[in-house]
């Protein structure tokens, strides 16, 4: 036999080899990010391995081998999900006290012998209550957050609201 007929064929062996070991290696890759994305959210080895497709022994070792990036991850995912609730807390905050002064000015500009004043009171008495209410569950948010020593006491890049008066 002519072995000069050989190396085309080891030359396209090891070509389709290397292509198929490069392919293997970029699916593996896919699946280890889609892995620790899962696993920052939360899901059991059991429902990421039916998920996936993988044994739940190879996601046991990727565990132990991703262990770094899956709590950064997370840790990133949780932030961010309570930095989506402060914000809007913050934002009920801000539309209950324009509410407030909208009902306040509707007080101050109506006479009074004319009105339904218990109504406009009872609305009145109500948003103040409200607004207390959500200001101390967001002070007691803050003074959990002054734990971290980059929360300085209030969430990122919050400025804590007011209405004109002097205290909370």
């Known amino acids: 036999m002519d072995l000069s007929l050989l190396a085309p064929i080891t030359r396209y062996w090891a070509r389709t080899t290397d292509n198929y070991d490069t392919h293997k290696s970029m699916y593996a890759s896919e699946k280890i990010d889609k892995f620790i ?8 080895l059991n429902h990421v391995a039916s998920e996936l497709h993988v044994a739940k022994r190879t996601l046991v070792e990727w565990s132990r081998e991703q262990a770094a990036q899956i709590k950064s ?16 807390r913050e934002e009920e905050l801000a539309r209950l006290l324009r509410t407030q002064k909208d009902v306040e ?24 209550q409200e607004i207390r209410s959500l200001r101390q569950e967001m002070d007691s948010a803050e003074q959990s957050g002054l734990d971290d020593p980059s929360a300085n006491g209030h969430p990122r890049g919050v400025v804590p609201a007011t209405n004109g008066s002097p205290g909370r």
């Not at 994305?37 to 059991?44: I, M, T, Y």
């Not at 991850?73 to 809007?88: C, D, G, H, V």
């Not at 000015?105 to 103040?128: I, M, N």
């Open 73 to 88: 991850l997370r840790a990133l995912l949780q932030e961010t999900a309570q930095e989506k609730f402060a914000a809007s």
């Open 105 to 128: 000015d509707e007080l101050a500009s109506r006479s009074l012998y004319r009105l339904p004043l218990d109504k406009l009171f009872g609305v009145a008495a109500e948003l103040r």
């Open 37 to 44: 994305e899962l696993r920052a959210q939360g899901w059991s």
